[in-house]
């Protein structure tokens, strides 16, 4: 693990409950998790942690998740019976997508999540907006400041383009060719895909660096590289992914949209609205930067749903 001491035990218990943390702030700002979701997840990490053999070297073996699984499988600890089966999946979900969280990060050298399995329950399906509740949230930011400005722009290139919104936060000013209405993204696994922008989203860029962008920079000059991060807070440092969720969160309070919304929405909307509009699968795969069209296929069954909604309120003998 990235940081460890010499003899690779010392501080591994306060290692792993720095990264719990890390963990549960990304699926609340990435994901847009419930509250309920999160306390849940809280609840079966810090079981893990609290294990021997998690102490012992939970950034090291495999062999440390599989056995703290298998033993939750069984009577013990106090337990007269084994976890009911979708219990025990609830928490292998959580600490997979916890490593999985960590090797990504960087905090382990190994990706064990990708080496021990859990029985697949059926995905659910994504909430998504309609194109009218889309504008709605858009339509909540406008241009009475520098950061309002800011922010208009940052949820128009969301919907435009689908970026993860670590993605869009992640981008340095190289990255946009706003000529071409083409932005630059590495994404999960350092994939680089090239990512086109529609015209509304180019505009507000543009607006935003030229004239919202200097100001919230202020006059101290950097030795920014890459031209410097896109989107900046107000102390002129690059937005962090958690202010951005609260911005959304309160765009879409204020639009009138009473369902949970993160940034992820807008991610899901932009697919599902490809999707109903004819694009190829495969297309809006490359869009997401999916390693693999299984993931991209959960839309198709959510464009189905929607189009099965519409039927069945549209036509009179349905």
């Known amino acids: 693990m990235a ?20 963990f549960l702030m990304h699926l609340r700002v990435e994901r847009g998790l419930a509250d309920a979701t999160l306390a849940a997840y809280r609840t079966d990490l810090l079981d893990f942690a609290a294990s021997r053999g998690a102490a012992a070297g939970w950034d090291a073996s495999v062999e440390t998740p599989v056995h703290y699984l298998a033993m ?22 959580s600490i997979r997508g916890f490593y999985r969280f960590c090797y990504a990060e960087g905090l382990i050298d190994t990706d064990l999540a990708g080496r021990f399995d859990i029985p697949r329950q059926s995905r659910l399906l994504p909430e998504v907006l309609t194109v009218e509740e889309v504008e709605r949230l858009l339509a909540e930011k406008g241009d009475a400041s520098a950061t309002d400005i800011r922010d208009r722009a940052l949820l128009e290139l969301l919907y435009a383009s689908g970026l993860r919104i670590s993605e869009a936060v992640g981008l340095d000013l190289d990255d946009l060719d706003l000529d071409e209405a083409l ?13 086109p922008v529609g015209e509304v989203a180019v505009a507000w860029l543009r607006r935003y660096t030229a004239d919202a962008r200097p100001g919230l920079l202020g006059p101290a000059a950097r030795d920014w590289h890459h031209g410097g991060p896109v989107f900046v807070s107000v102390r002129g440092e690059r937005l962090d992914r958690r202010r951005a969720w609260e911005m959304l969160v309160a765009a879409a309070r204020s639009a009138g949209l009473k369902r949970g919304i993160s940034p992820h929405t807008l991610r899901h909307s932009f697919a599902t609205h490809l999707l109903e509009g004819g694009a190829d699968l495969r297309i809006v795969q490359e869009l997401l930067g999916h390693a693999s069209i299984n993931t991209t296929q959960l839309y198709t069954h959510l464009t189905g ?10 036509h009179p003998r349905a």
């Open 183 to 195: 932005v630059r993204v590495v994404g999960k696994g350092d994939r680089e895909r090239q990512v």
């Open 72 to 93: 939750l499988g069984s009577p013990g600890r106090g337990r007269r019976v084994a976890l009911r089966a979708s219990t025990l999946r609830r928490r292998a979900a």
């Open 3 to 22: 940081g460890s001491t010499a003899d690779g035990s010392a501080g591994r218990p306060q290692r792993l409950a720095a990264a719990i943390e890390d």
């Open 305 to 314: 749903e929607r189009i099965k909604d519409v039927y069945a309120r549209a």
